[in-house]
């Protein structure tokens, strides 16, 4: 634990040893104690058995999906024109859909789908939100005049987009691209944009004026460093409790555009949104046809729901015992 | 005619008793304030329409929807008998033409009366065939007057880049004979004296108009038309306000009309663009009824008491296999490929409304001209696949544009339709790229040849084979993108010839062409459903979707 002789080497030594957060210095780690929380923690557990389950059908379901999803295979069957629905039976255990396909099949593959969108659009929304935020974050940190200005002019076009409705947003681009699956993962995506970059701002600037960052100043660490090890990755926490409950946000607008028609342009691919916009129209004479798709986007929802609630609540300091 | 005034002296009479009956139930029952008068006087009907009507002055357009208000309003020198798709007499009683078809004589009905007073004479006719082919800059564009370049070609004085022949020559007036004299023969006479957007303007309004109002191609339609005031027809219903707001137009009923008054006193159109937003109006009784009904809901409404009255066919769903867009449709292998390819049966037995039948050709069965021996393609999907791999286009992939946002009257679940045809086509060998557009889009983009399959079709302007071969197969177009000069020809020859029985004999040898050259896949022929609250009389339903709304009313308790 020796502090090198010179000047230099000290600062750099005592910069990291107040950076770091694990390893042997006493007491359970943030990490440790999270994850000891969320065992215990029956909305964790619930959540998680529900995403992993989600998870796991969405991986496997094009080995397990017992018919082709696109196949009309059973399409004289099923008239809906005269109201004749063919529901749950031996071969297909969820029934059919108005043009003779697999309902199960349908389910299986869309959940892949809806997850596929999910996770890209979560993904390019925290990408793009979390450089924005960072930016303007750190500039404010370094404290000077062009500092200020560049988060000025960045919060701002970020305030310009928080003052639209998110699925507005979506909407415009969607009708800019065109309607596919890639112009709802964007859409989706850029609508969440703004959320991240707030907040991995705020939290950037609130951990700026915690008290290691005083002494990490006080030592003579420079700025540039302060930020970049100490400020930047304690703010991370937040934005990527953050990130999971943008997923559940992510998958029922996936499912709105899908249902506006923005979604992947051949109806044959299933998604849960297109399939409850499709089922729609026969709600008087096959309900159970709507429910699937809604049932199975409000379930997926509420797991990664449940899962972000408890890990933001055990990520809280306040909320420590 | 005898008949006809007994029938009023009758209904005068009636409306006596009633009126006496009805103040003597006042005198009984002044204590009810509510009191059951006739629904008829105090409540407006209410129909529900998909879209909003453009224009209040239908000669601007081609749109059935506007169609279906300004006849109302309107009459037309013929007209089809109500209920039906032969053409009867409506404001002339007689007609004629001459044995070279180049001269229509009719003889109007005496004691007509507009809407704001004037009577109808051969003048106010004249007046009005005289603007129309006056028209001049702007107003010649296709936008604002297609049907008259269709039917009566070109303007007085074209403008530059116009060169739509000129076919109506001139309209002579002698107090109730009008004499209008056209250049040349066409099947299309005399059906287009009958079409809404041909209506009869009284010579006050034409007086008001000044015909210079739309400047461009684009222009947006003039202020008279848009609202009361201005424009005054012969029709049951005049004009009496059009809310742009809440999309409703409403009528009142014209007291002086020369035919039976209307029945009800005030029509609403209501624009509900949804078809399940229309259906639960309907059950919620916001409206009294509405038109073009999801096949869905035909049967849950029936059952639930709502009337559905069932038209008959007058009208073509086709797939069109655009040959210069994929030239591989070319080759005439891979199009009777393609049409054993798709299992029409199943389309109407599962998705069309109840009445609809698979189309062996381009026009309906009902329809003067079409023909039992034309080549049929049976769904054959064996056959079908070993087609496409002999022609050696396995694997193709082609663009196939579906329309996202609306339904018509010959196509409902248009992507149902869609579909099931694309997946017939995946599983004889194509590949489909789906094309999702609207409607707005859908038009320019299969007029221009960008798509290389697409699903359109047609609703007959009035009985005459040649208006359904002739809108498609008249001349080279971007829409089908083939050259054939003998379906050309035979069509120019059918349009020249004046006598209906020999046409008919013409336009069945064009069909039997046309479907050994198969430009394209005719689907179906099927009924727009049509539903009507439980407590309304409804009119004879059209096949030709041209109701007449003055014999609508609320049935009597």
Not at chain 1, 200 to 206: C, E, I
């Amino acid at each position: 634990m020796a502090l090198g002789t010179d000047r230099v080497n000290k600062v750099d030594r005592l910069a990291e040893l107040t950076a770091q957060r694990d390893g042997d210095a006493e007491g359970a780690s943030l990490l440790r104690e999270t994850f000891g929380r969320l065992r215990r923690s029956p909305m964790a557990i619930s959540g998680a058995v529900i995403v992993g389950a989600f998870l796991f059908v969405a991986v496997i379901a094009p080995f397990v999906a017992p018919y082709e999803p696109g196949a009309q295979l059973w399409g004289r069957e099923v008239m809906p024109n005269q109201n004749v629905f063919v529901g749950p039976r031996g071969e297909n255990w969820f029934g059919l859909d108005h043009l003779g396909r697999d309902q199960l099949s349908r389910m299986l593959v869309g959940a892949r789908n809806s997850l596929l969108v999910g996770v890209v659009a979560t993904l390019l929304g925290f990408t793009a939100g979390a450089m924005l935020g960072g930016v303007a974050g750190a500039a404010v940190s370094l404290g000077r005049a062009w500092g200020r200005r560049l988060d000025a002019v960045i919060m701002r076009f970020i305030d310009m987009m928080l003052a639209i409705p998110a699925l507005l947003i979506a909407v415009s681009i969607a009708a800019i691209l065109g309607p596919s699956l890639t112009t709802v993962m964007v859409a989706v995506g850029l609508a969440q944009v703004p959320i991240f970059a707030r907040l991995l701002r705020g939290s950037m600037l609130a951990q700026s004026h915690s008290d290691y960052v005083l002494a990490a100043t006080a030592l003579g660490v420079r700025r540039p460093r302060i930020v970049r090890s100490h400020i930047l990755p304690n703010s991370l926490g937040p934005v990527i409790v953050q990130a999971t409950l943008t997923l559940a946000t992510a998958i029922i607008e996936a499912a709105a555009l899908s249902y506006l028609g923005f979604g992947n342009p051949d109806p044959a691919t299933p998604d849960w949104g297109a399939m409850l916009a499709d089922a729609q129209r026969f709600l008087v004479g096959a309900p159970e046809l709507a429910m699937y798709p809604a049932v199975a986007i409000i379930i997926t929802a509420l797991g990664f729901t449940l899962l972000g609630e408890a890990m933001r609540e055990s990520l809280d300091p306040k909320l420590r015992k | 005619m005898l008949q006809s005034r007994v029938t009023r002296l009758g209904r005068t009479a009636l409306i006596g008793i009633v009126g006496a009956l009805a103040v003597s139930l006042a005198g009984c029952e002044s204590e009810r304030d509510t009191g059951d008068g006739d629904r008829n006087e105090t409540e407006p009907f209410v129909f529900g329409v998909p879209t909003d009507a453009r224009t209040l002055d239908p000669i601007f357009t081609t749109d059935g929807e506007t169609f279906r208000v300004t006849r109302q309003i309107y009459d037309t020198l013929l007209d089809h008998e109500p209920g039906g798709k032969e053409i009867v007499g409506g404001l002339a009683e007689d007609w004629e033409s001459s044995d070279d078809g180049l001269e229509w004589t009719f003889q109007l009905r005496e004691g007509v009366t507009f809407h704001d007073g004037e009577e109808l004479d051969g003048e106010a006719v004249c007046a009005n065939f005289d603007r129309w082919h006056n028209f001049e800059g702007a107003y010649q564009d296709t936008n604002f007057t297609y049907y008259w370049q269709n039917m009566f070609g070109g303007f007085a004085e074209n403008e530059e880049g116009v060169d739509t022949e000129e076919k109506f020559r001139s309209c002579t007036a002698d107090g109730l004979t009008v004499t209008i004299e056209v250049a040349e023969p066409s099947a299309s006479y005399p059906g287009a004296f009958s079409m809404a957007t041909f209506a009869i303007l009284s010579p006050g309004s034409l007086e008001q108009i000044e015909d210079d109002e739309i400047t461009s191609a684009d222009s947006a339609f003039p202020d008279y038309t848009q609202g009361e005031g201005v424009l005054a027809g012969t029709g049951p219903y005049q004009i009496s306000g059009w809310d742009h707001g809440s999309q409703e137009i409403t009528l009142e009923r014209f007291d002086d009309y020369w035919g039976d008054n209307a029945k009800v006193k005030t029509l609403i159109f209501k624009t509900i663009s949804e078809e399940t937003a229309r259906r639960q109006a309907l059950e919620a009784g916001d409206i009294h009824g509405y038109d073009l009904a999801a096949p869905g809901d035909v049967e849950p409404l029936k059952e639930n008491g709502f009337q559905v009255p069932t038209r008959d066919v007058f009208n073509i769903l086709y797939l069109a296999f655009q040959q210069e867009t994929t030239p591989e449709f070319a080759d005439l292998e891979v199009r009777q490929a393609m049409a054993h390819a798709v299992d029409r049966q199943r389309i109407v037995d599962t998705i069309l409304p109840e009445g609809g039948e698979v189309a062996s050709q381009f026009m309906p069965p009902t329809v003067d001209g079409w023909s039992e021996d034309v080549t049929t393609y049976d769904y054959d999907p064996e056959l079908a696949e070993e087609m496409i791999s002999d022609a050696g286009v396995d694997g193709l992939t082609v663009d196939f544009c579906y329309v996202t946002d609306t339904s018509r009257p010959y196509m409902p679940a248009v992507r149902d339709i869609f579909e099931i045809i694309s997946s017939d086509l995946e599983e004889v060998g194509l590949s489909i790229d789906p094309k999702p557009m609207e409607w707005d889009q859908y038009i320019p983009a299969t007029n221009s040849g960008q798509c290389s399959l697409y699903l359109l079709g047609w609703t007959g302007d009035f009985n005459e084979g040649y208006n359904f071969l002739g809108t498609w197969f008249d001349r080279p177009s971007d829409e089908w993108g083939f050259e054939n000069d003998e379906i050309f020809d035979l069509m120019s020859e059918i349009d020249r010839t004046p006598d209906p029985e020999e046409r008919a004999g013409k336009l069945a040898e064009a069909n039997e062409v046309i479907m050994d050259f198969l430009p394209g896949l005719p689907i179906s022929s099927s009924p727009p459903a049509i539903a009507f609250a439980p407590d309304v009389e409804p009119m004879d339903v059209s096949p030709l979707t041209q109701e007449v709304f003055a014999d609508v009313s609320f049935a009597e308790e």
